[in-house]
Structure formats: C-alpha cells, structure tokens
C-alpha cells in the first residue's frame, strides 16, 4: 500500500520505510496459498510493487528492513524489491541492462588491458596485485619492461567513474556498499546501501517479529535522522498547490 501511495504521489513523500513486502499479490500466491497457484492470474487485487516501486523517484530515500526467516512473504521478495529499486533487476526479475556495478567495471578494465596488449592483464585479467612474471620470458622484451597501471589506480578510476554514477540520471543508484556481521559463526549480510536506499537485514526476525530484533529500531532511527529535514510549511504548501 506503502509503495503505491508514494508512486501515486511522489510530490508528497519525503522518505518511505518498507518492512517484509511483497513484489505483488499474484506472485505471493504460491508461496502463501499454494493451492491456489494455478488460479493466481484470476487476483484482481494486484498491488503490484513491483512495477510501482520504479515510480518513485530515485532521489526518495527508501529503507528496507526485512526478517530473513519470513514465514509469509518469502525473503526472496525483498531481495528482488530492493535490487528492482536500485536499478539492478527488471521488475519481471531479469538483470536490467543499466546496471553498472564494480565487478563490470572491473571486468571492463581487464577486456580493455587484453585488447591493449597489456601482459599483466593477459595472464590473469581477474586477479587483484601485480601479475607473476612465470611466462614473461615469452613474452617480447619491450612488452616485459611496460609499465602497467599500479592497481591502486586502477581501483581509483574505478572508484571516479561509479562516484560520477551515482549523480547520473540512468543508474546512479546502483553502487552499493554492503556490510556484514557474524551469526551463528556465519558470516551474513547486515546491511547494505546506496546513495538513497538502505537496507537492513534481520538474520531471525520472521514476518511479525521483525520489528523486536536488536537493531530493528536503532535502524528506523539512523534513517530518520539522515535525512534532509524539510520547511515547516512543505506539505502545507503541496496541499494547497494542489
């Protein structure tokens, strides 16, 4: 209901906290009601966020928190909501085509060193740190003493051009930074952003006990205080404009 209120009325959103939601009614059929699967294109009721969430604008910041042992709305729904929300995914779960993220821009640097004749990129052009020097003597003596580009740098202009992403208007919101933590000595996703989406993940919370797990609120919180706080008379001023 969330997702379409503010994709219906952008203007009037200042931010959007999202918890265990759902792509759309049709697709949580099967998992809910797995009976009625068959029968899930006759849902009248679509709410379908996931086509609505690319209609808020990507400048709204949204917070997503979702209970990884959800009961009722399976986990793989937030995931593919929030990769649907920064640009990584199309809402029919394809990859999307503007998504740029490190690892293509990585592997655009080692396609160009190949082309290029670099020899630190021909002999691993997926490898991190100088390259060995085992079959340089194959290689002709002008190419051995080539001065290639430190990997620092490489990780800088790497760096320059995601940073000019995120300003971009076509896939400026698909960097993310993640973090991680240690449950149960495993080592599990706690949270992860972008420029304007955040998420927090909750190894143990399920679809109503999401909101009691340490951190749940402490995260509300942070989100709330991140953000650019509005005139005193914004949205007495977009009422009576509209």
């Given at each position: 209901?969330?997702?379409?209120?503010?994709?219906?009325?952008?203007?009037e959103?200042?931010a959007?906290?999202?918890?265990?939601?759902?792509?759309?009614?049709?697709?949580?059929?099967?998992?809910?009601?797995?009976?009625?699967?068959?029968?899930?294109?006759?849902c009248h009721?679509?709410?379908?966020?996931?086509?609505?969430?690319?209609?808020?604008?990507?400048?709204?910041?949204?917070?997503?928190?979702?209970?990884?042992?959800?009961?009722?709305?399976?986990?793989?729904?937030m995931?593919?909501m929030?990769?649907?929300?920064?640009?990584?995914?199309?809402?029919d779960?394809?990859?999307?085509?503007?998504?740029?993220?490190?690892?293509?821009?990585?592997?655009?640097?080692?396609?160009?060193g190949?082309?290029k004749?670099?020899?630190?990129?021909?002999?691993?052009?997926?490898?991190?740190?100088?390259?060995?020097?085992a079959?340089?003597?194959?290689?002709?003596?002008?190419?051995?003493?080539?001065?290639?580009?430190?990997?620092?740098?490489?990780?800088?202009?790497?760096?320059?051009?995601l940073?000019?992403d995120?300003?971009?208007?076509t896939d400026?919101?698909?960097?993310?930074?993640?973090?991680?933590?240690?449950v149960?000595d495993?080592?599990?996703?706690?949270?992860?952003?972008?420029?304007?989406?955040?998420?927090?993940?909750?190894?143990k919370?399920?679809?109503?006990?999401?909101?009691?797990?340490?951190?749940?609120?402490?995260?509300?919180?942070?989100?709330?205080?991140?953000?650019?706080?509005?005139?005193?008379?914004?949205?007495?001023?977009?009422?009576?404009?509209?």
């Amino acid at each position: 209901v969330s997702i379409s209120l503010a994709a219906r009325n952008p203007k009037e959103i200042h931010a959007l906290v999202l918890e265990n939601t759902f792509l759309s009614v049709p697709r949580l059929i099967p998992s809910a009601i797995p009976w009625l699967a068959p029968f899930s294109w006759l849902c009248h009721q679509k709410w379908d966020s996931a086509n609505d969430v690319l209609k808020i604008p990507r400048t709204i910041p949204i917070l997503f928190l979702s209970g990884v042992q959800d009961e009722i709305v399976p986990h793989e729904h937030m995931v593919t909501m929030w990769n649907i929300a920064i640009g990584k995914m199309n809402p029919d779960g394809s990859p999307s085509s503007s998504s740029r993220t490190r690892s293509d821009l990585q592997r655009k640097e080692g396609e160009e060193g190949v082309t290029k004749g670099d020899p630190a990129a021909m002999q691993d052009k997926g490898s991190r740190g100088p390259a060995t020097s085992a079959s340089s003597s194959s290689l002709p003596r002008k190419s051995t003493t080539t001065t290639t580009t430190p990997w620092n740098m490489q990780e800088a202009a790497i760096d320059k051009e995601l940073d000019t992403d995120l300003d971009s208007d076509t896939d400026g919101d698909t960097r993310e930074e993640v973090e991680y933590g240690i449950v149960n000595d495993q080592r599990v996703v706690v949270s992860k952003r972008t420029k304007y989406r955040i998420w927090r993940e909750f190894e143990k919370g399920t679809h109503n006990d999401t909101c009691v797990q340490p951190g749940y609120w402490a995260a509300i919180w942070e989100f709330i205080n991140s953000l650019v706080p509005l005139p005193a008379d914004h949205f007495t001023t977009s009422s009576s404009s509209s």
